[in-house]
């Protein structure tokens, strides 16, 4: 017995501030993506459709974008300081990382070089445990 189906994941990609088309007023937008996912057996495999949205956070109105209007936008977003941006928030469904963090790089050669520790320690001071 095969188990498929379909998984949605919702990601916030950015705030923007964009003149709302439906209230007129400058507000805050915010940027999401939207995935759909093939799940086989309860694992997502591959996207099958992927869709960009804004809504804005004054009326709630919600705005479909083609991708690249979002790329567009997440540009945007990026050079202006918007704080507490960030991409992969708010994914509930998250099923173990695929992505194991501290990779390769990390710590790599050069840290603890020559020239720490040089002179002008003579010997361990105040160390009650030394005989
Ligand atoms: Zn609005």
Do not use: W
Not at 22 to 40: D, E, M, S, Y
Not at 85 to 108: I, L, S, V, Y
């Amino acid at each position: 017995m095969i188990i498929f189906g379909t998984k949605g994941y919702l990601y916030q990609l950015a705030i923007v501030t964009l003149v709302c088309g439906r209230c007129g007023n400058p507000a805050a937008h915010t940027l999401r993506k939207r995935v759909t996912k093939f799940t086989l057996f309860f694992v997502p495999l591959f996207p099958v459709s992927t869709k960009y949205g804004t809504q804005c956070t004054f009326c709630g109105a919600e705005s479909q974008l083609s991708g690249d209007q979002a790329e567009q936008l997440q540009a945007q977003a990026a050079t202006a300081p918007a704080p507490g941006h960030g991409p992969q928030q708010a994914n509930p469904f998250a099923q173990g990382n695929p992505f194991p963090q501290g990779g390769p790089g990390q710590g790599g050669p050069g840290q603890g070089g020559p020239g720490q520790g040089g002179p002008g320690q003579p010997g361990a001071s105040g160390n009650p445990y030394q005989r």
